[in-house]
T-cell receptor, first 113, second 114 residues
Framework: AQSVAQPEDQVNVAEGNPLTVKCTYS??????LFWYVQYPNRGLQFLLK??????LVKGSYGFEAEFNKSQTSFHLKKPSALVSDSALYFC???????????FGAGTILRVKS | NAGVTQTPKFQVLKTGQSMTLQCAQD?????MYWYRQDPGMGLRLIYY???????DKGEVPNGYNVSRLNKREFSLRLESAAPSQTSVYFC?????????????FGEGTRLSIL
């Protein structure tokens, strides 16, 4: 079965520093991976996805993610964090039939000024 | 440009009461989903509807029923609410035909069961 793991419950970073939010996956077949962000009391917003092609995927709000097949990872990155990036981030993988997403537990990102 | 609209936004129920959560979309998407979000557990799929007229169980369907009323609307019903169903419920939609397209989420319904 498809699964994702987000090993960090919370990531703290200073404003202006680079940030990384980690995600590892387990799939049968090709991985189709997604990152979503959730701001307080809001729904999830799509950030980016990896389907095929370049291992570095660019998304919304300056975020990017690096796909690494050998390490089965899909880490979310941003070169310079903003306080407004503080939110809950979810990694997700598409199921084998293509109908559903399987989500990780989420990582809280706190950016301090 | 409403997207995915969930009603109500908040609700408090007593144990044993029934409740229907409504979801409506104006995105002309075929697939619709109901999730629950609990701290430390991410989002777990309750039910989904790949197209109008079809529904399927997700990971945690017990205690819930759904109705795909038409292409726009997908409702989630709690027949006899239990405190374990206290959660934040999200509806999502996705265009069919390309399973690599992202899901689009509503703002959620915060449900407390006493």
């Amino acid at each position: 079965a498809q699964s994702v793991a987000q090993p960090e419950d919370q990531v703290n970073v200073a404003e202006g520093n680079p940030l990384t939010v980690k995600c590892t996956y387990s799939v049968s077949g090709n991985p189709y991976l997604f990152w979503y962000v959730q701001y307080p009391n809001r729904g999830l917003q799509f950030l980016l996805k990896y389907i095929t092609g370049d291992n570095l995927v660019k998304g919304s709000y300056g975020f990017e993610a690096e796909f690494n097949k050998s390490q089965t990872s899909f880490h979310l990155k941003k070169p310079s964090a903003l306080v407004s990036d503080s939110a809950l981030y979810f990694c997700a993988v598409r199921d084998v039939y293509g109908n559903k997403l399987v989500f990780g537990a989420g990582t809280i990102l706190r950016v301090k000024s | 440009n409403a997207g995915v609209t969930q009603t109500p936004k908040f609700q408090v129920l007593k144990t044993g009461q029934s409740m229907t959560l409504q979801c409506a979309q104006d995105m002309n998407h075929n697939s619709m989903y109901w999730y629950r979000q609990d701290p430390g557990m991410g989002l777990r799929l309750i039910y989904y509807s790949a197209s109008e007229g079809t529904t399927d169980k997700g990971e945690v369907p017990n205690g819930y029923n759904v109705s795909r009323l038409n292409k726009r609307e997908f409702s989630l019903r709690l027949e006899s609410a239990a405190p374990s169903q206290t959660s934040v419920y999200f509806c999502a939609t996705r265009i069919s035909g390309d399973s690599n397209q992202p899901q689009h989420f509503g703002e959620g319904t915060r449900l407390s069961i006493l």
